[in-house]
């Protein structure tokens, strides 16, 4: 089985960083796609960046220019770099992956972390 396992949240004050991390662990040869989605209180979960095995990286219009997304492909891990944080940023921000491909060849799908809160406090 898979676990993802998410790292790095906190109370920072707006215009403060932080890192996020989220290590992928079990019996994994790839990942297609990682990523972060977020949910603040009252609101839908929204995707905040992902990357691909590749590279390829996709950002909110909300995030793009402040955060960064990257991963290591050795290590399974997702990371998200933001800066310039402001209020509007604190949510539970989790961490996704897409297509899984196993050793033996088994393909999975969508898979979860169990979320990092972030506050950003005025």
């Known amino acids: 089985q898979v676990q993802l396992v998410e790292s790095g949240g906190g109370l920072v004050q707006a215009g403060g960083s932080l890192r996020l991390s989220c290590a992928a662990s079990?019996?994994?040869?790839?990942?297609?796609?990682m990523g972060w989605y977020r949910q603040a209180p009252g609101k839908q979960r929204e995707l905040v960046a992902a990357i691909t095995s590749g590279g390829s990286t996709n950002y909110a219009d909300s995030v793009r220019g402040r955060f960064t997304v990257s991963r290591d492909n050795a290590k399974n891990t997702v990371y998200l770099q933001m800066n310039s944080l402001k209020p509007e940023d604190t949510a539970v921000y989790y961490c996704n992956a897409d297509r899984l491909r196993s050793h033996s060849g088994v393909v999975w799908y969508d898979y979860w972390g169990q979320g990092t809160r972030v506050t950003v406090s005025s």
């Open positions: 079990g019996s994994i040869f790839s990942i297609n796609t």
